[in-house]
């Protein structure tokens, strides 16, 4: 079974204030990581945490945490989310949308209001693979 990202915070974020430090990092995998010295085990945790916190504003919050999973279980998928959001802003717009597929604006409105569950009116990366999940089932 794999854990969700909820999950996965609820166990990394010891003081429960929505994001994990890379002090909290540490203390979850440096007991698992049997037989590495104090620094090889300090080296380590600090090279996940640098590629975990992507904004890299020295916390890892429940976005970064999904977008590295994500990544990880389906790399195609983030690939081609950012091969759409022309301007890497974590969000596909109508326009964006509008280019990559040829199609009108109007069209991709429609489109992305069919997908869009927070309202805000682009697809962000979690929106994206639902819908490319549910064309490919």
């Known amino acids: 079974m794999n854990p969700t990202v909820n999950e ?3 166990l990394l ?23 590495k010295t104090e620094p090889e085990k300090e080296q380590y945790v600090s090279e ?4 975990l916190d992507t904004d ?9 945490l999904g977008i590295n999973l ?8 983030v690939q ?3 091969d759409v959001d022309a301007d890497n802003d974590g969000q596909i717009t109508k326009a964006e949308l509008a280019q990559v597929l040829d199609i009108s604006e109007d069209e991709a409105e429609r489109m992305i209001e ?10 962000n990366i979690f929106e994206f693979i639902a819908i490319m999940q549910s064309l490919q089932e």
Do not use: C, T, W
């Open 8 to 10: 996965l915070m609820a």
């Open 13 to 35: 974020d010891s003081n429960a204030d929505g994001v994990v430090s890379q002090d909290e990092l540490y203390n979850f995998l440096a007991p698992r990581l049997i037989g």
């Open 48 to 51: 996940i945490f640098v590629a």
């Open 56 to 64: 890299g504003n020295g916390s890892v919050d429940s976005y970064e």
């Open 70 to 77: 994500l990544h990880l279980m389906n790399p195609s998928l």
């Open 80 to 82: 081609q989310f950012q």
């Open 114 to 123: 069919d997908a869009d569950s927070d309202g805000d009116g682009k697809l």
